[in-house]
């Protein structure tokens, strides 16, 4: 584990992600070449900035390596880091309705459902520069590419293929891929692509939109089902806890429904829930919770949208709130079942760097495949999930739109 350096220690954290990323970069810097060969994980980055002119590149890696959040899920956040930065983005400007061999090339790797031998040349030999995103992966070393080549042949599936060659719509496409049982990981990579959609609409979209975007086309297709299900007879709560993201989720009896809460917590306010649990006081001084808004040591959002959906953005959540969203229509759907949901998001002091928004979906979805707690009330649920949470809970009823609704049966 990487020494804590001055700021870090400061901040009371327990990784150092700077002087980590100068271990890793000792470490990778001999396998940067100008040449690489190698095991490359089915997957091109495309940038969003100067769009619709945009930096877009193939990663390469001289290792074997996953990009799979499935596969990801348990990694330490070192751990994360690492396996990301041996991978080299290789960067080239151009439209995003590019019709380039080496697109073609890079596209044919992304389809693949397995790792594809692949060979790259950059103009320079690749710098390691650890790049950290909210939404999609952390990116290691790149270079600009002259050349990109894929050395096998790739496990592309026949609904796939077929799909890229036909003039289905991309959220069409999405959706019967979706039924086809293709996880949304992989959806959106073909969105980024540019390789789903008629063939004069196609072209490349950036990685970060296509995330977001596809969480979002799986969730409203899952939701159209959702609501014509019968609604669960008891008050229900799920928890997940991963890289220092704790979660809770509240299912109440009722029509479709969803509301996220995100809090970020402080060392100051973590020191003070550890010794509330530690004397199994689950009370908080209103007038101490107040003094922490009022020095904005807390950072504290809410997004919701009703039964019929929501049009505008999730400005306050972003990219989180579809994946959770997703990770909560995906368990409905399969219980075939509907509910009023309600998902806590209390992110840690240990959650130093963003590792993008997998790990909100994957934390949901493993908090929804655990057995839940059942409840005879809604304030026996409510009672249960206060003791779980470090914002006092009547600071989220408070904001909530879900939780301040009363149905007459729980009366």
């Known amino acids: 584990m990487a020494k804590l350096c001055d700021a870090c220690r400061r901040q009371g954290r327990v990784w150092c992600p700077h002087n980590a990323a100068l271990e890793i970069r000792a470490r990778i810097a001999p396998t940067l070449k100008r040449d690489m060969f190698g095991p490359t994980p089915p997957h091109l980055f495309v940038g969003h900035n100067f769009y619709p002119n945009v930096y877009w590149g193939p990663l390469v890696s001289a290792q074997a390596a996953t990009d799979d959040p499935r596969d990801m899920y348990g990694m330490s956040l070192e751990k994360i880091i690492e396996s990301r930065a041996g991978l ?38 690749p710098v390691f520069s650890l790049e950290l995103d909210d939404v999609s992966h952390p990116m290691g070393a790149s270079a600009p590419i002259e050349r990109f080549k894929v050395a096998d042949n790739p496990s592309v599936p026949k609904k796939v293929d077929s799909l890229a060659n036909d003039s289905t719509l991309a959220n069409e496409a999405i959706v019967e891929l979706l039924l086809s049982g293709f996880d949304v990981h992989y959806l959106s990579k073909l969105l980024t692509a540019g390789v789903l959609g008629r063939k004069e609409n196609k072209k490349m979209v ?206």
């Open 206 to 411: 950036p990685t970060k939109w296509a995330i977001t975007a596809t969480d979002d086309m799986a969730a409203k297709h899952m939701m159209e089902s959702v609501r014509d299900n019968r609604e669960i007879e008891e008050p229900r709560v799920y928890s997940n806890t991963y890289l220092d993201n704790h979660f809770e989720v509240l299912m109440l009896p009722g029509s479709w429904e969803y509301e996220q809460f995100e809090a970020a917590l402080t060392p100051e306010l973590e020191e003070r829930v550890k010794k509330r649990r530690s004397t199994a006081n689950l009370k908080f001084e209103h007038a101490s919770w107040e003094n922490w808004k009022a020095d904005g040591t807390v950072n504290f959002s809410e997004e919701h949208e009703p039964y019929g959906g929501r049009s505008d953005y999730a400005e306050r959540q972003g990219g989180g709130y579809y994946a959770a969203r997703l990770g909560v229509a995906e368990a409905l759907y399969k219980m075939r079942r509907q509910a009023r949901v309600v998902v806590f998001r209390e992110i840690g002091t240990g959650y130093t760097v963003p590792v993008g928004v997998w790990e909100v979906r994957e934390n949901v979805r493993h908090a929804l495949e655990a057995e839940p707690q059942k409840f005879a009330t809604r304030e026996e649920a409510l009672s249960h999930i206060a003791g779980r949470l470090a914002v006092p809970l009547s600071e989220y009823m408070r904001k909530s739109k879900v939780l301040l609704q009363r149905r007459l049966t729980e009366f």
């Open 88 to 125: 080299v983005r290789g960067m080239k400007k151009d439209s995003v309705k590019s019709s380039s061999r080496m697109l073609s090339e890079a596209q044919s790797a992304v389809m693949s459902i397995k790792p594809v031998d692949a060979e790259a040349r950059f103009s320079r030999d």
